[in-house]
């Protein structure tokens, strides 16, 4: 028996996202947007083991505040799971135990990375061998962000962001996370974009929105510099006007050594962008001895795995 199946359950880690570029459109008629996000996967990870039960049922704890995170049927894990077992007509269940680690409601996508998890662990665990493009389908349905979990590395998303074409990526980036006590809520973060853009607070995106050809040439290029310079959040604005004490410390992180903080998606996690892990180290400790947890990451990393397999 592998790893992977070690005492009757699957392993499963998935990873956070960070946005290196997020332009929003305008809203349509069903009420979402448009959007052209540039995603990397980086080295904070949720982890969940699946094992088989009658019903289905989540345990959730983590080294981040859960106490947000549903256990029942709102859990986007639980509702993967169940997708998986529909898709099949399996008539069983399963028991799924989450360790977070990527901050809840922070904009880092923990919650798509929880169901990204449980896709992979159910098809493991039932022996249902969907393959990648069935379980993208079935990603889709379940969020925005949720096929990028899947995937991994770095993306182009576009349409909601579930349109993904893999980006070329060389080399390693470096990336200080800094994550808030409260979460902002998605929705209420893109509906205040929406007011400052109709209150002609900020400029509005009339095109088709689409990715700065320079961020994808500084991936390209394994340049941490060029990609500081273009990096750009539309949602930061908003974000930064629900939680205006942010700006502090994106400031303190740029003064401290960062080549580009942002906001990372919907916020309120920010992230600094390093030259080079050594300068991660030392931009980590300067924020650190402010008082602020600060986390090392990298990027770009593998999308929802099985471990040991
Ligand atoms: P995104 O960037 O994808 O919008 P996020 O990182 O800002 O997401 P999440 O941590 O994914 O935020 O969760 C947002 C909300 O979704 C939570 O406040 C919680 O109510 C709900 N939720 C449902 N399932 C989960 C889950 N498995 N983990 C975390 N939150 C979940």
Same mark, same amino acid.
Request: charged share 20%; with cysteine.
């Given at each position: 028996?592998?790893?992977?199946?070690?005492?009757?359950?699957?392993?499963?880690?998935?990873?956070?996202?960070?946005?290196?570029?997020?332009?929003?459109?305008?809203?349509?008629?069903?009420?979402?947007?448009?959007?052209?996000?540039?995603?990397?996967?980086?080295?904070?990870?949720?982890?969940?083991?699946?094992?088989?039960?009658?019903?289905?049922?989540?345990?959730?704890?983590?080294?981040?505040?859960?106490?947000?995170?549903?256990?029942?049927?709102?859990?986007?894990?639980?509702?993967?799971?169940?997708?998986? #077992?529909?898709?099949?007509?399996?008539?069983?269940?399963?028991?799924?135990?989450?360790?977070?680690?990527?901050?809840?409601?922070?904009?880092?996508?923990?919650?798509?990375?929880?169901?990204?998890?449980?896709?992979?662990?159910?098809?493991?665990?039932?022996? #249902?061998?969907?393959?990648?493009?069935?379980?993208?389908?079935?990603?889709?349905?379940?969020?925005?962000?949720?096929?990028?979990?899947?995937?991994?590395?770095?993306?182009?998303?576009?349409?909601?962001?579930?349109?993904?074409?893999?980006?070329?990526?060389?080399?390693?980036?470096?990336?200080?996370?800094?994550?808030?006590?409260?979460?902002?809520?998605?929705?209420?973060?893109?509906?205040?974009?929406?007011?400052?853009?109709?209150?002609?607070?900020?400029?509005?995106?009339?095109?088709?929105?689409?990715?700065?050809?320079?961020?994808?040439?500084?991936?390209?290029?394994?340049?941490?510099?060029?990609?500081?310079?273009?990096?750009?959040?539309?949602?930061?604005?908003?974000?930064?006007?629900?939680?205006?004490?942010?700006?502090?410390?994106?400031?303190?992180?740029?003064?401290?050594?960062?080549?580009?903080?942002?906001?990372?998606?919907?916020?309120?996690?920010?992230?600094?962008?390093?030259?080079?892990?050594?300068?991660?180290?030392?931009?980590?400790?300067?924020?650190?001895?402010?008082?602020?947890?600060?986390?090392?990451?990298?990027?770009?990393?593998?999308?929802?795995?099985?471990?040991?397999?």
């Amino acid at each position: 028996m592998s790893e992977a199946f070690a005492e009757g359950r699957v392993h499963v880690r998935a990873p956070g996202k960070l946005n290196l570029f997020f332009e929003v459109g305008a809203v349509q008629d069903d009420g979402y947007h448009d959007v052209a996000s540039a995603y990397q996967a980086v080295s904070l990870y949720e982890d969940v083991w699946a094992s088989h039960a009658d019903d289905f049922t989540i345990n959730v704890s983590g080294t981040v505040d859960v106490t947000g995170v549903p256990a029942d049927d709102r859990n986007l894990a639980v509702r993967a799971a169940r997708l998986v #077992a529909q898709r099949i007509g399996y008539r069983g269940g399963v028991h799924l135990d989450i360790a977070k680690s990527v901050p809840v409601a922070g904009g880092m996508g923990g919650g798509s990375a929880d169901a990204a998890a449980a896709l992979v662990a159910c098809d493991a665990l039932w022996g #249902a061998d969907l393959g990648g493009a069935e379980l993208h389908k079935l990603a889709a349905r379940l969020g925005a962000d949720v096929p990028f979990a899947l995937m991994g590395g770095t993306a182009v998303g576009t349409g909601r962001g579930d349109q993904l074409s893999p980006a070329l990526a060389k080399g390693r980036f470096d990336w200080i996370v800094v994550p808030s006590d409260d979460g902002l809520s998605t929705p209420e973060v893109y509906g205040h974009l929406d007011a400052l853009r109709s209150a002609h607070d900020i400029a509005s995106v009339v095109r088709v929105p689409e990715i700065d050809p320079a961020v994808l040439q500084a991936l390209r290029a394994a340049d941490p510099v060029a990609l500081a310079e273009h990096t750009r959040n539309d949602l930061q604005a908003a974000a930064l006007s629900l939680r205006p004490g942010l700006r502090d410390v994106l400031e303190l992180g740029e003064r401290s050594g960062a080549l580009a903080g942002m906001v990372s998606g919907s916020g309120p996690t920010l992230a600094f962008l390093a030259g080079d892990p050594e300068s991660a180290l030392e931009l980590q400790m300067m924020l650190s001895a402010s008082g602020l947890t600060a986390l090392h990451v990298h990027g770009p990393v593998a999308g929802a795995r099985v471990v040991g397999s």
